[in-house]
């Protein structure tokens, strides 16, 4: 194989490939050998079809095979021997393929850029003072009785009040018409919850129990659902129950069946210590980020425009919830989804130098995550996914997760490193 490597511009880089006759001959031989064993062919038993014959039928099939695979493994040698670290997808560009002649083809590639860091030891960081008050003490034991808390019938009255818990039963029609979700039973609902559309929380309040009752609710334009929106919904609905919801006393007894604290003066101090920890990783992370971008500060470097649009492409699918879902075809979907790209432009460069940087040290300090400990930090996870523990594993098996995880590994130990040799300068917070 005949390989020539032209520079196009400070990342782009351009190969031209010669792969020899004898080569295609072999490719070609091994794509009709393997057709060969398993086509069905009248009037040929299984194997036993003559060459001529398979080319006749599968000739641009196995062409369209071989050329893949060609130009598949001659990029995966040549990236390996000339060490290059691509990052885009090969712009291809193929010559005529023919049995028995050499085969040429071209391709277009980005690559990682080529960085030098230097004085990122002993860098200064400042941690702004900062402490748990005890209005936040407070508050945490408030979110703790409403977890506790439970719901009771409500005996002393059989109409519905702004905050009540009530089941109900509602079938809702459109012009007589049924729709999509139109009818729940045993549905729970808490009233002035905002949980479901407010005009049809504000009807429920005055309805009484047990009895049937008449709604009407006007849809806004904008809804999830096309088919209610600036529509008029007919809801008949049922109040089953009433119920309210009871939150525990803040007493001994209380931290007692809510932790395994002997007193809420030791459940008190407890949550005090799990807000301090929870602080000091905030401070942490705020640290960290300080080193990083003093590091991009430091050493200002280009990056291909390939990584940039990967790493958008992930923050746009975080955003989105899901993988692949920008597919838009709507002028103002494809509108909205540039102008989110513009926005998250400036972060996709901040997160792809920060890696880029953080790798570089990582390889020259000798950072790495050892086999036993990724084995161990994906047992963790699994174990920490509950319901989602078998998904997650299956996940793991595959190797570039596993691959992703590691990297992620090595750059957080990477950063505790910086963050273990930086100076931190201890500041008070602005009046």
Do not use: W
């Amino acid at each position: 194989m005949k390989v020539d490597l032209d520079i196009v511009s400070q990342f782009q880089r351009k190969i031209s490939v010669e792969v020899s006759a004898e080569a295609v001959n072999k490719e070609f031989s091994s794509a009709y050998g393997n057709l060969g064993q398993k086509a069905r062919i009248k009037g040929f038993r299984p194997g036993k079809a003559p060459r001529s014959v398979v080319r006749g039928i599968y000739g641009d099939d196995v062409k369209s095979q071989v050329l893949e695979r060609l130009v598949e493994q001659s990029l995966r040698e040549v990236f390996r021997e000339k060490g290059l670290q691509v990052v885009s997808r090969p712009e291809i560009d193929v010559g005529v393929l023919v049995e028995g002649s050499a085969f040429t083809f071209s391709a277009v590639v980005e690559v990682k850029p080529e960085i030098e860091v230097k004085d990122y030891l002993g860098l200064e960081v400042e941690r702004v003072e900062r402490f748990v008050e005890e209005e936040q003490v407070g508050l945490a034991l408030s979110h703790l009785q409403d977890a506790h808390a439970h719901l009771e019938p409500v005996e002393s009255r059989d109409e519905v009040e702004q905050g009540d818990f009530v089941l109900l039963d509602f079938v809702g029609t459109i012009n007589g018409r049924s729709f999509p979700g139109c009818k729940k039973e045993n549905f729970l609902l808490q009233v002035n919850g905002g949980n479901v559309l407010p005009q049809f929380e504000e009807a429920i309040v005055g309805l009484k129990k047990d009895m049937e009752h008449t709604i009407n609710v006007t849809y806004p334009d904008g809804q999830v659902q096309p088919e209610l929106a600036g529509k008029e919904v007919v809801f008949r609905v049922v109040v089953r129950e009433i119920k309210r919801k009871v939150i525990p006393s803040l007493d001994d007894e209380f931290a007692k069946d809510a932790s395994d604290c002997a007193s809420l003066e030791e459940l008190r101090v407890k949550v005090k210590a799990q807000l301090e920890a929870e602080l000091r990783e905030i401070q942490r992370g705020e640290l960290k980020e300080q080193l990083l971008t003093q590091l991009i500060g430091k050493h200002p470097f280009e990056i291909p425009h390939a990584m940039v649009d990967q790493q958008i492409s992930t923050l746009m699918e975080r955003r989105q919830g899901r993988p692949g879902s920008l597919g838009s075809t709507s002028p103002e979907e494809r509108s909205s989804i540039e102008q989110v790209h513009r926005e998250l432009e400036p972060r996709a460069q901040h997160q792809v130098k920060t890696r880029l940087l953080i790798e570089k040290i990582s390889a020259l300090e000798k950072i790495d995550i050892s086999n036993d400990e990724l084995r161990r930090k994906i047992e963790e996870m699994v174990r920490l996914a509950k319901d989602k523990a078998v998904a997650l594993r299956e996940f793991y098996h595959r190797d570039d997760a596993r691959e992703d995880l590691r990297l992620q590994m090595v750059f957080e130990r990477t950063l505790d490193f910086l963050l273990e040799r930086a100076k931190v300068k201890e500041v008070r917070p602005p009046a």
